[in-house]
């Protein structure tokens, strides 16, 4: 009796040890796997941008609305349109956003390889800048204007200098490649030169006039509604230039990039737009298939 009393106090002992080892196995494991769920459901979205619109996602990227989505983004700084296009085809980001309606279709028509916008951001007046003269009513004849060298905002930047009375354009003009050659009134005698439109600012001091785009013009420390002498009006835009958030054709179903819109127009966010860029970014809320597609 005394062997068979000390064997069953034996299992009981062994039986005790393997629920005890289980029950911590269980414990330790199950915090790794929701650790994993955790990890597994944030996603890394590569946003590259532009100047102020860099420093618009990087807010984003810190908003409690991105941790709600699920999406860690990581924004980068990309000198240039073409660039940051070009970098959206190769893939080396997700998305893009600093670019309008307009530009993107000029960047597909020359590209064999396609971006798609995915949602609407805003609209930003583009700006006729003068360190010599106050008004369009005081550029003399003969002066020079500089326009950005790119076809959207060439022909943009035309559109603006006929709706300032300072030339007219033929009647068949075209919004996405037309030049100054399609001028055919300019009383003043007005000379044109073509620049890098990210030069606009630095160059102010050394020409009559340059048209500048309201994002460059920020990086330069312009506000387009205080320090230019005539300036579209963000009321009046069209289609073409709308900004937009952009993606590789064929990825413009992904749900992390289609949450990157919904982020855009986050109260919180348009609250710091506001704030920050005081009214240059004016909000468009609108959905991608009325301004794109058939």
Same mark, same amino acid.
């Given at each position: 009796?005394?062997?068979?009393?000390?064997?069953?106090?034996?299992?009981?002992?062994?039986?005790?040890?393997?629920?005890?080892?289980?029950?911590?196995?269980?414990?330790?494991?199950?915090?790794?796997?929701?650790?994993?769920?955790?990890?597994?459901?944030?996603?890394?979205?590569?946003?590259?941008?532009?100047?102020?619109?860099?420093?618009?996602?990087?807010?984003?990227?810190?908003?409690?609305?991105?941790?709600?989505?699920?999406?860690?983004?990581?924004?980068?700084?990309?000198?240039?349109?073409?660039?940051?296009?070009?970098?959206?085809?190769?893939?080396?980001?997700?998305?893009?956003?600093?670019?309008?309606?307009?530009?993107?279709?000029?960047?597909?028509?020359?590209?064999?390889?396609?971006?798609?916008?995915?949602?609407?951001?805003?609209?930003?007046?583009?700006?006729?800048?003068?360190?010599?003269?106050?008004?369009?009513?005081?550029?003399?004849?003969?002066?020079? @204007?500089?326009?950005?060298?790119?076809?959207? +905002?060439? =022909?943009?930047?035309? &559109? !603006?200098? /006929?709706?300032?009375?300072?030339?007219?354009?033929?009647?068949?003009?075209?919004?996405?490649?037309?030049?100054?050659?399609?001028?055919?009134?300019?009383?003043?005698?007005?000379?044109?030169?073509?620049?890098?439109?990210?030069?606009?600012?630095?160059?102010?001091?050394?020409?009559?006039?340059?048209?500048?785009?309201?994002?460059?013009?920020?990086?330069?420390?312009?506000?387009?509604?205080?320090?230019?002498?005539?300036?579209?009006?963000?009321?009046?835009?069209?289609?073409?230039?709308?900004?937009? @958030?952009?993606?590789?054709?064929?990825?413009? +179903?992904? =749900?992390?990039?289609? &949450? !990157?819109? /919904?982020?855009?127009?986050?109260?919180?966010?348009?609250?710091?737009?506001?704030?920050?860029?005081?009214?240059?970014?004016?909000?468009?809320?609108?959905?991608?298939?009325?301004?794109?597609?058939?």
């Amino acid at each position: 009796m005394k062997n068979k009393k000390v064997g069953y106090g034996l299992l009981l002992l062994a039986s005790i040890a393997v629920i005890s080892g289980c029950g911590k196995t269980s414990s330790a494991e199950t915090p790794e796997k929701e650790s994993d769920v955790s990890e597994q459901s944030v996603e890394k979205v590569i946003v590259g941008s532009v100047g102020s619109d860099a420093d618009i996602w990087n807010f984003i990227a810190k908003t409690e609305a991105a941790k709600e989505a699920g999406l860690a983004i990581e924004v980068k700084n990309i000198t240039g349109g073409p660039i940051t296009n070009a970098a959206t085809v190769d893939g080396d980001i997700d998305a893009n956003a600093f670019q309008s309606i307009g530009y993107l279709e000029s960047f597909n028509e020359s590209s064999p390889d396609k971006l798609v916008p995915i949602a609407t951001t805003y609209v930003e007046p583009l700006g006729i800048y003068s360190e010599k003269f106050a008004s369009v009513e005081e550029i003399p004849n003969g002066a020079t @204007i500089a326009l950005a060298d790119n076809p959207s +905002n060439t =022909t943009r930047g035309l &559109r !603006l200098l /006929e709706t300032a009375g300072l030339i007219k354009l033929k009647e068949d003009f075209d919004d996405g490649i037309g030049t100054p050659d399609d001028i055919i009134e300019n009383p003043k005698s007005l000379k044109f030169t073509l620049i890098d439109d990210l030069t606009g600012p630095r160059i102010l001091p050394d020409v009559d006039v340059v048209l500048i785009s309201n994002t460059i013009a920020l990086e330069g420390g312009l506000n387009v509604l205080k320090d230019s002498i005539f300036h579209e009006e963000a009321n009046t835009a069209i289609r073409t230039t709308i900004n937009v @958030i952009v993606v590789k054709e064929g990825r413009e +179903n992904e =749900t992390a990039l289609q &949450r !990157l819109g /919904e982020l855009y127009h986050s109260p919180e966010a348009q609250k710091y737009f506001e704030e920050t860029f005081e009214g240059t970014k004016v909000e468009v809320d609108q959905p991608i298939s009325e301004i794109w597609g058939e």
